[in-house]
């Protein structure tokens, strides 16, 4: 996924000249916290909040240039950078939102921490099988019988838990993702489990063809 899939393409931008003033008026009028300043080629010039608007009325700051962030002190993406990189930027640096450029260093979008966690909260929603539909789809020459098997083995090796193949299909038909992960104990455990099923039924595969 990239940063282009989940950026807010319905920003605001402003000019470095423009007054405090009408900036405040603007950026809530569109309900943005933050905003990208640009310079007339739409290139980041420098970064502003609502709170730096709030301080330079309140230290009576006429332009947006007496108070915004300067284009060396702003943490941005690109469009093409992986959406990965822009989660992992927002929390390193605990950002609310990150501008995005594209490769002529024009400013084309911003991620905000509400796309991520919307992002994030729909990727949990999709069904169990769904991921294993495309383990099959990789897995050439597998059947579904055959990964649903080799999951039911895994299940049983790793928490001691009997159960068939047809009660493990079941169950990731009714399961999400995020329920998934919880029931295994966090996200690393959950791909460590799914790795071993894909080494599983492939062992199983070469040495049925062996015989």
């Known amino acids: 996924m990239k940063v282009k899939e989940i950026m807010d393409k ?6 470095p000249d423009q007054k405090v003033d009408e900036v405040s ?9 933050t905003t990208p300043v640009v310079d ?6 420098g970064w502003i909040t609502s709170l730096d608007v709030t301080r330079g009325l309140r230290e009576h700051k006429k332009k947006v240039k007496d ?10 993406v690109y469009e093409n950078d992986t959406a990965r990189l822009a989660v992992l930027e927002a929390s390193k640096h605990k950002l609310v939102s990150i501008p995005v450029l594209n490769e002529e260093e024009v400013v084309v979008g911003v991620v905000r921490t ?10 949990y929603e999709i069904k169990v099988y769904k991921i294993f539909e495309a383990m099959e789809q990789e897995l050439k020459g597998v059947s579904w019988d055959e990964l649903m098997e080799a999951s039911a083995i895994v299940t049983k090796r790793s928490t001691g838990e009997r159960i068939t193949a047809e009660e493990y299909e079941q169950r990731i038909r009714n399961s999400t993702f995020g329920e998934a992960i919880w029931a295994t104990g966090g996200l690393e455990k959950f791909f460590v489990g799914f790795t071993a099923i894909g080494e599983l039924v492939i062992a199983r595969k070469v040495a049925r063809a062996r015989k």
Do not use: A
């Open 10 to 15: 319905e920003f605001i931008v402003v000019s």
């Open 25 to 33: 008026i603007k950026m809530e009028k569109k309900r943005k916290f």
């Open 40 to 45: 007339d080629d739409e290139k980041l010039v």
């Open 67 to 76: 108070i915004m962030y300067s284009r060396e002190e702003i943490v941005h």
């Open 114 to 123: 509400f796309d991520i966690v919307k992002t994030l909260s729909q990727l």
